[in-house]
């Protein structure tokens, strides 16, 4: 029987992530990807020897191509072993299960051919999801000094370039998609990704200077694949908001909020399979509840998330 691969993009808090890969690994392999600015050796002695921290680390800029790379770092990895997994699960270390493992498992297992992902056509929206691609945004710093003078600097003047309203070379080879990172997808897939970056380095040229490249970046090449047709795939544009596009994440509209045990409610009558954001400070007791009423006493559903 083949196992999940969770494949993790993670910067912070070791004391969650710890918890995060302890909920999951039963029917899965953990591989995660540490941002180069954190301190590898604290979240290797935190987790379980079982956990893989890839080798091959980058500096994330946030909304920058960064996260693009740390992703396709994270596939590489784990491709050369793709024959043991039924599909890449991507997740955060900010995320917790709100479903049992056994039950995350089946979901994935009974359909090896699902593309677990959404996007939208991004031309449906010329006013704003369309200009993240069309207008060069300068997400990523272009220095990494520690020199906190030169960094205020470097900000200054990405701010000031992002005024100008710079155009962005987009081709019109390809239909651009924007949906939710964190999907899952067959290891089929992920090939079929990095093959597709890999032969077209003009796409990643294309998206280098995009807004949050992560969310259009893996739906664009997948939405213009054969792989279309096995995606949970293009949604009608009912207007902004990441929120409609999820694929298995409960999230906050705003993107912004942290879950605590204040949201039970909201998690336990939640088709999610994760919920997203949670920390050990102010989510440590909604980790201990999620545990101690989901993951260990209630039995195994056999609902699936929304398609």
């Known amino acids: ?33 540490l941002d180069i600015k954190a301190n590898l050796s604290d979240f290797v002695s935190a987790c379980p020897k079982t956990v893989t921290f890839i080798e091959d680390r980058v500096n994330v800029a ?11 770092n994270l596939i590489k990895a784990v491709l050369p072993f793709s024959e043991n997994y039924t599909h890449f699960v991507f997740i955060t270390g900010s995320d917790y299960p709100i ?14 051919e699902r593309q677990f992902i959404k996007y939208i056509d991004m031309r449906e929206s010329p006013e704003h999801y369309l200009k993240l691609i069309t207008h060069k945004q300068f997400l990523e710093p272009f220095t990494n000094s520690k020199n906190k003078i030169l960094n205020l600097a470097d ?8 005024k100008l309203g710079i155009p962005n070379k987009w081709s019109n080879k390809v239909i651009p998609y924007f949906g939710h990172t964190w ?25 280098k ?16 694949s054969p792989f279309n047709s096995k995606a949970d795939g293009l949604q009608a544009y009912e207007g902004r908001g990441l929120w409609r596009l999820v694929n298995t994440h409960l999230i906050c509209p705003s993107l ?12 336990i009558s939640s088709d999610k399979l994760f919920v997203r954001k949670v920390n050990s400070i102010s989510g440590g007791s909604l980790v ?9 006493n209630s039995p195994v559903a056999s609902k699936d998330i929304n398609k």
């Open 1 to 33: 029987m083949k196992k999940i691969a969770y494949l993790i993009l993670a910067h912070s808090d070791a004391t969650h992530l710890n918890a995060l890969v302890k909920s999951l690994s039963t029917y899965a392999d953990i591989y995660i990807h």
């Open 62 to 72: 946030w909304a920058g191509i960064s996260m693009v790379d740390a992703l396709l």
């Open 99 to 112: 479903k049992p493992e056994k039950q995350i498992f089946e979901i994935f297992v009974s359909e090896p």
């Open 155 to 162: 900000k200054s003047v990405r701010k000031a370039l992002r």
């Open 183 to 207: 999907c899952a997808l067959t290891p089929q897939c992920c090939e079929y990704i990095l093959d597709y970056h890999n032969d077209n380095p003009w796409f990643y040229e294309s998206n």
């Open 209 to 224: 200077q995009t807004f949050s490249p992560d969310e259009h970046y893996f739906h664009t090449i997948i939405g213009n």
């Open 256 to 267: 912004q909020k942290w879950y605590t045990l204040d949201d039970w409610e909201q998690i």
């Open 288 to 296: 201990e509840e999620i545990d101690a009423q989901i993951l260990i």
